[in-house]
């Protein structure tokens, strides 16, 4: 071959080489520039959320117009020439700071409010052992969400543990999230609704109180087929008013897990083995990547203490009761 064909060859398998490059870079591109935005999205998203909850930022508006659907974040578009290149490997997601912590979680609701619950359903009855019930029961449930990177990694922790668990969503999260949701509803989980905004209803007249439950519902129905969902009532705060305006069961919970608080999986273990007993009803939040971690150790610890990990739906039938709307469910004793 002569010097100049020989030229040629080389020449072609190089500009080979650099294609395959090319192509190699604009795809990983892709792949983190799809995080980074999935990412930003939800900071957007966790601060608009948040905004409405922080005292000095509520700006009082009429209820007909709602807080402002967030745009789903498209997937940013990468150009195969303008190839970003991964000096580093991407890291996992940071823990979550500012914005997480203004839920400050759902408050005690029974100290909070000064109210003496009454357990609900069994105790009126005459004491009598339910022989089809051998098992010991207990309902995980979570908060504030969904957030993909901490909801998928519990959804995924769930279906490998054969359990089950009650997601109490919130509406504006719904045109943003709908796989997570979808999914969740399609491994047999319950979806519960935990309002439009997490406005504290108690401070709510009946109609704007209808307003944050029924608007949420509508738009979790769009990607679960739910029905009436159950209330989650942001903070566990509720009065009458509240009571004679929701028309689903409200569910507040028996433990407490402080994960919102804590964010330490260790502190959320121990809160949770301390105190779960047959019936109770677990409080925690899916925004926090130490509740998912927590969750790792805890749902298989329950299992091998001999608890089914089941929907708030479902303890409460196990245990004979019917939720009826309007009233207020704590566990299932
Ligand atoms: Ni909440």
């Given at each position: 071959m002569s010097q100049r064909g020989r030229r040629r060859r080389r020449r072609t398998y190089t500009l080979q080489v650099l294609w395959i490059v090319v192509a190699i870079l604009a795809t990983v591109g892709l792949i983190i520039g799809y995080k980074l935005g999935v990412k930003e999205n939800d900071t957007d998203l966790n601060s608009v959320v948040n905004a409405a909850e922080h005292p000095t930022q509520i700006v009082v508006e009429?209820?007909?117009?709602?807080v402002p659907t967030l745009e789903p974040t498209t997937e940013p578009t990468v150009t195969p020439t303008v190839t970003p290149i991964p000096t580093a490997t991407p890291t996992p997601e940071?823990?979550?700071q500012g914005p997480y912590?203004?839920?400050?979680?759902?408050?005690?609701d029974e100290t909070q409010n000064g109210e003496v619950v009454t357990p609900t359903?069994?105790?009126?009855?005459?004491?009598?052992?339910?022989?089809?019930?051998t098992q010991k029961m207990i309902a995980l449930t979570f908060d504030d969400g969904p957030y993909p990177p901490v909801t998928e990694r519990i959804l995924k922790l769930l279906k490998d543990n054969d359990s089950h668990a009650t997601f109490f969503v919130m509406g504006n999260r719904m045109d943003t999230y709908p796989d997570t949701v979808a999914q969740a509803f399609e491994d047999g989980n319950q979806i519960g609704n935990h309002?439009?905004?997490?406005?504290?209803?108690?401070?709510?007249?009946a109609s704007d109180i209808a307003y944050e439950v029924e608007h949420s519902n509508e738009l979790i129905n769009k990607n679960?087929?739910?029905?009436?969902a159950y209330l989650r009532p942001p903070y566990g705060a509720k009065n009458d008013t509240v009571r004679s305006a929701v028309k689903v069961p409200m569910i507040c919970w028996s433990?407490?897990?402080l994960d919102w608080k804590s964010k330490d999986k260790d502190a959320i273990y121990k809160e949770i083995m301390d105190n779960v007993k047959d019936g109770d009803i677990l409080l925690m939040h899916d925004l926090y990547p130490t509740t998912a971690d927590a969750m790792e150790k805890v749902i298989p610890e329950l299992i091998r203490q001999g608890y089914k990990l089941v929907t708030v739906q479902e303890l409460l039938e196990a245990n004979g009761i019917t939720p009826e709307g309007g009233t207020v469910y704590y566990n299932a004793r």
């Open positions: 009429n209820t007909a117009t709602p940071p823990t979550p912590q203004v839920y400050e979680g759902d408050k005690q359903g069994e105790a009126e009855k005459p004491t009598e052992e339910k022989p089809e019930k309002t439009y905004s997490h406005k504290d209803l108690s401070k709510l007249n679960a087929a739910v029905g009436d433990v407490d897990t």
